[in-house]
């Protein structure tokens, strides 16, 4: 299956009732914007010798791209359509300056815990 459109985002991998998550991001003068979201917890292995890998755990969402217009470093972001057994519930997260493209029109910001 090919992503061509912003529609075939919202319909396959944004969906609410599938895999997203409401996003809800605050920051100075009272900004605040609402988008649906992957939320991650997990983390990547990193290569440190060439039979020695390192877990780290550095939580993300993926998001579209286009929705990062107003997004900058620092601002919070919760999830609050997240229920008690879901990682990242009730939880303050800061966005971090690492931003990655990752194909198709989305993008993965690395999050920080406040």
């Given amino acids: ?3 061509e459109t ?6 396959t991998f944004f969906d609410t009732d599938d895999f997203a998550t409401a996003a809800a991001v605050t920051g100075p003068d009272d900004f605040e914007k609402t ?3 992957i939320f991650d917890l997990t983390g990547e292995a990193n290569q440190v010798y ?8 550095e939580p993300s969402m993926l ?4 929705d990062l217009a107003d997004i900058e470093p620092g601002m919070q972001v919760t999830f609050p359509n997240l229920e008690a057994h ?5 939880k303050t997260y800061k966005l971090t300056a690492r ?3 990752e194909g198709a029109g989305t993008s993965r910001l690395y999050l920080k815990e406040v």
Avoid: H, N, R
């Fill in 1 to 3: 299956m090919s992503l």
């Fill in 6 to 11: 912003a529609a075939d985002l919202d319909q």
């Fill in 35 to 37: 988008m649906d979201v």
């Fill in 50 to 57: 060439v039979d020695t890998d390192i877990s780290t755990s």
């Fill in 63 to 66: 998001c579209k791209s286009p």
């Fill in 86 to 90: 879901e990682d990242g519930y009730g």
């Fill in 99 to 101: 931003v990655v493209a």
